[in-house]
């Protein structure tokens, strides 16, 4: 590893498993100090100790834990350098059967989640003129979308417009913001509550011919949370091995 981390201090939101976990990782190996924050107590204390990190129960959607999870970084290692706000849930709902209050809570965690978390960063960003931020979108909203996934999909097209406008906002401050854009990702969580049949769909779907991994999103958020992307602001990197590409479903040069 080359240390392109060292010395920064990271806020991973999200992060007890799968990728936002993935990400910590990445992070970790390349020399910042992490802090992890999730809904999920006992699998975050674990990952938080085998990070060497420190560990605090967030939900993100509530104003309260936004600010105690930036000042878990401020107390633990005295500053924060990289925020990242992965946490999410997708509830498969089909429009019309999608309550209000389940409309309100994938709103509230994906997109209100976004917005606290920023805003609880911002003034620590600011006054030390220095700052990244990346937000986990999704593929599912902004390009694509499909039968019940109505809110998550307004809720990852809205972290996109919020992602421009803050980048805009907090330019002058020294503060990138982007965001990742993921295809379908195989994460523990996928295993579990997807079939086998389902998955191998999806890898079906995919040029490059597989789902993608936790790490080929974590390697795509070190690059945006590193001084390589010093100049890039206000955008989204899609990583879904070509997903998005294809016109129809027969897309290979010689299909069998």
Known sequence: MTGRLEGKVAL????????????????????????????????GRATAARLKGHFVETDISRHDHAQ???????????????????????????IENISPDEWDKVLAVNLKGT????????????????GRMVFTSSITGPKVTSPGHGHYSASKAG????IKAAALEFSGYGITVNGIEPGNILTSGMQQH???????????????????????????????????????????????????LPEGADFRIAPR
């Not at 105690?68 to 089909?94: E, H, M």
């Not at 917005?115 to 220095?130: D, E, I, N, Q, V």
């Not at 086998?196 to 945006?224: H, K, W, Y």
């Open 12 to 43: 991973v939101i999200g992060a007890a498993r799968g990728i936002g976990e993935g990400i910590a990782e990445r992070f970790a190996e390349e020399g910042a100090q992490v802090v992890i924050a999730d809904t999920q107590v006992e699998a």
């Open 68 to 94: 105690r999870a930036v000042q878990t970084a401020l107390d633990g290692f005295g500053a924060l350098d990289i925020l990242v706000q992965n946490a999410g849930i997708y509830p498969w709902t089909l």
């Open 115 to 130: 917005f606290l978390s920023a805003r609880a960063a911002l003034p620590h960003m600011k006054t030390r003129g220095y």
């Open 159 to 162: 972290i996109n417009g919020f």
């Open 194 to 244: 997807r079939s086998a049949e389902f998955i191998q769909s999806m890898e079906a779907a995919v040029p490059l011919g597989r789902l993608g991994t936790p790490r080929d999103i974590a390697n795509c958020a070190l690059f945006l949370a590193s001084d390589e992307a010093a100049y890039i602001t206000g955008t989204t990197i899609v990583v879904d091995g070509g997903q998005t």
